[in-house]
């Protein structure tokens, strides 16, 4: 494939950075490649760079808990192809992976040929994840249709208050902006994790984009 791509690469281990940078530059000849060790640095090098066309992201690096990165850059760049390389790979850590909306999963363990396919099927514009994806788009369907029930249990107040937990805002801001008491605002959200079967208000906001991702 010989079109002039950016790609990024982020990953905080030198080595495997230092062999994907390798592998794609083999697989893609052209391609001008940029590297991040960090959610930090990832974020800084999207700012200075708004025509990156890839971005193949680790799960595991500095700043990125988990999915929290993948979900953090899905919010800030929705229209950027983000494609997760994990050594993590096992069947539920690929299915949240594909829910939280990435352009697909590529195991660390693909040889060389396994990584110039999925390369040039997610540069053509398809999505590249390993087999069983139609089994989890059938699972997915349950599963949103399961969280819209939980969601419309909610009062329209309790609605509110959740859409400003995911705008981020504090329990005295809510308070603020509805004009009632922090207590009332307390009381809203134990009903809500109640409701949606959380612990916490990062549970709630994280399956509120769940949601917002799957439609």
């Given at each position: 494939m010989d079109n002039t791509y950016t790609i990024v690469i982020a990953d905080d281990h030198p080595l495997f950075r230092n062999a994907?940078?390798?592998?794609?530059?083999?697989?893609?000849?052209?391609?001008?490649?940029?590297?991040?060790?960090?959610?930090?640095?990832l974020q800084a090098l999207l700012e200075k760079q708004p025509d990156v066309d890839l971005v193949l992201l680790d799960l595991k690096m500095p700043g990125a808990n988990g999915m929290s990165g993948l979900i953090l850059l899905r919010q800030q760049y929705p229209d950027l192809p983000i494609v997760v390389v994990s050594a993590s790979e096992e069947q539920a850590i690929v299915k949240q992976v594909?829910?939280?909306g990435a352009f697909g999963f590529i195991p660390k363990s693909s040889d060389m040929r396994a990584l110039n396919g999925a390369l040039n099927q997610i540069l053509e514009g398809e999505p590249f994840y390993p087999d069983g994806v139609e089994e989890w788009q059938v699972d997915e369907n349950a599963e949103v249709a399961e969280l819209e029930s939980k969601i419309a249990t909610l009062t329209p107040q309790q609605r509110n208050v959740l859409n400003m937990l995911n705008d981020g805002l504090l329990n005295k801001q809510i308070a603020y902006e509805l004009n009632v008491s922090e207590a009332t605002i307390k009381a809203h959200m134990t009903a809500i994790f109640r409701k949606l079967g959380v612990k916490n208000r990062t549970q709630a906001v994280i399956l509120l984009q769940q949601l917002s991702l799957s439609e």
């Open positions: 994907l940078f390798q592998s794609v530059h083999m697989a893609i000849s052209g391609a001008n490649l940029l590297e991040a060790d960090s959610l930090d640095s594909y829910q939280h």
